[in-house]
């Protein structure tokens, strides 16, 4: 009986969202690597294809995620609060954690046949998660931070505060979060185009 109230519950459509967001990450991931490997050659049209996926699939998954967290987590105290952080943390620790690990041994077993080396475990875990587990990782810390709403009134105001910051932070509005934005900017371009950060 529970299981049909669950399969009732579930939202077709962003079961259908998150499958064409996993297909434009395969496809993304498939073409960098094939490139990286020079087994294709990096012409203008893998340029438009990879920037154009680039530009909104992991915005998709993000955008799934907030909704589910949004329509199904209710956190209005602390002891909540902690509740969810301890089923956050096992349901994208977990996997985060073996999938890390299982990538960090396999390359480096066979570091001399991959685009990408690693550095140490710990920092790998901690500091700087693997392509592509970190997206758990960050996910991890959205719903850490990430207030939950009571009414639609209530999100919209998030929402126009969430808004408000990233403009502020993109015309340099507040000076000290710029700098924080611009390095962190940096760095993501840095990660994303490695040819630019020479």
Known sequence: ????ITVRTREKW??????????????GHFFQSMTKANILPENDLYEWFDTTIYYFHV????ICS??????????????????????????????????????????KV????????????????LLHPTAPYWYLYALFFIFLITPTFSSVKAAAIGLMVAVTVKLL?????V?????VDSSFKRDMVCARYEHLCV
């Open 1 to 4: 009986m529970s299981e049909q």
């Open 14 to 27: 962003v079961d259908d969202v998150k499958v064409i967001a996993c297909i434009l990450v395969v496809l």
């Open 59 to 62: 915005p998709l998954f993000f």
């Open 66 to 107: 907030g909704y589910i967290y949004q329509k199904y987590s209710k956190v209005n105290s602390v002891s909540n609060w902690c509740k969810n952080v301890a089923k956050k943390a096992l349901a994208l620790g977990v996997p985060y954690v073996t999938f890390t690990i299982a990538t960090w041994v396999l390359k």
């Open 110 to 125: 066979f570091s001399s046949s991959v685009n990408d080396q690693i550095g140490g475990l710990g920092d790998t875990i």
């Open 169 to 173: 932070i993109l015309t340099g509005g």
């Open 175 to 179: 000076q000290r979060l710029r700098s």
